[in-house]
């Protein structure tokens, strides 16, 4: 399928999506996130190993995988203070020696993935380990600015590894696809994407109306993952609600915000799986593709048998391809500058010869 049909195919997936989203929120959210989700997250990391992460370092994987790895370690002494499913390896965790670090860990584990970010960025911009670490250094100077900030804290803690790497870092991807290929559906996509999110926000809604506003098993799951807590923050940052209001999900705010993040992750999964011939992300070792599918299998059985252990258990892998995404995310960013500075440039030589 060449480019012009893909970008056709992913018109078509936006407004499947969408549709999909208004019609049952949710639920879409709760099925993609478990059924697309792992498949997503084991061919994105083959595929990007294979093009050592976009990085100009060896040690990219080995670097961000360490953040990764705190990041997950946190989450989990965290979660086990709060509920019963990690209660014994928080206790375990803090009242054995290395007690102190776990506290300590917890301190800075919103800070994790920002610096994540950061890291991959200077790994990606630059040869040299002295500019790398004096980008990292600011990156923890900012970090330490903004560590009273309710906003920067849902934004890097929350945000940046979900709604932002579904959403916004999608966008660009889809953008930086278009102007290398100068495909006319190609910026169609991308202004239907675009549409959609305003639709989203505009479209008037009746929550009561809504099938899965009444299905009290499907919102029980929901809340029971977490993710009205995401919801919640990304209403306080949009200024439409405060954190000194209650969030109920089956509210019209609730259930708007649940149709955003139904479309969201389901489209994100969808337009990559529409490029394998593009980005040829299926050409990878047959033992890489074989874990790949072994994975995804039981990861499914996982979610199927209690979505909170499945969405624990993944959570390493979930995380480990947002991060090693970032060097991606740069490049296409840096790609888009370049590219409309070029534009820009010609347009005023052009003019300049014109005249």
Known sequence: ????????????????????AFWMPFAL??????????????????????????????????????????ICLGSFYVDGSRTETFASFYHWAKTSFAG??????RTVLMHLAFLALVLAVALVAFRSWSLRLLVFVIGCLVSFLFKSSTNYLIIVGSLLPTIIHVSIFTGLFMLYGAMKSESRPGYG?????????????????????????????????????????LLYQLGIILG????????????EL???????????????????????????????????LAWAIIIWIASIVLYAYDYKIGLMALLFLSFLHVVFEFPLNYVSIAGIASGLFKRVKGTGQSQKGMA
Do not use: C
């Open 254 to 288: 609730g259930v708007r915000l649940g149709i955003f993040l139904g479309f969201a992750y389901t489209y994100h999964y969808l337009n990559w799986f529409s490029k394998t011939s593009v980005i040829k992300w299926h050409q990878v070792s047959k033992r890489k």
């Open 29 to 70: 959210f709760l099925f993609s996130y478990a059924v697309l989700g792992p498949l997503h997250y084991m061919t994105e990391i083959n595929w990007l190993d294979e093009r050592n992460y976009f990085s100009k370092s060896k040690s990219t994987p080995w670097l961000l995988g360490i953040f990764v790895f705190l």
């Open 189 to 229: 996509a991308v202004l239907v994407f675009i549409l959609a999110h305003l639709i989203i926000m505009f479209w008037p809604i009746q929550a009561s109306d809504y099938f899965l506003a009444k299905n009290g098993p499907v919102t029980e799951r929901f809340v029971q993952s977490g993710f009205h807590n």
């Open 100 to 105: 102190g670090l776990f506290e300590g860990l």
């Open 240 to 251: 439409l609600t405060s954190s000194s209001s209650k969030f109920i999900v089956n509210s």
């Open 1 to 20: 399928m060449d480019t012009r049909k893909i970008d056709l195919l992913n018109i078509g997936l936006v407004i499947v999506s969408l549709l999909l």
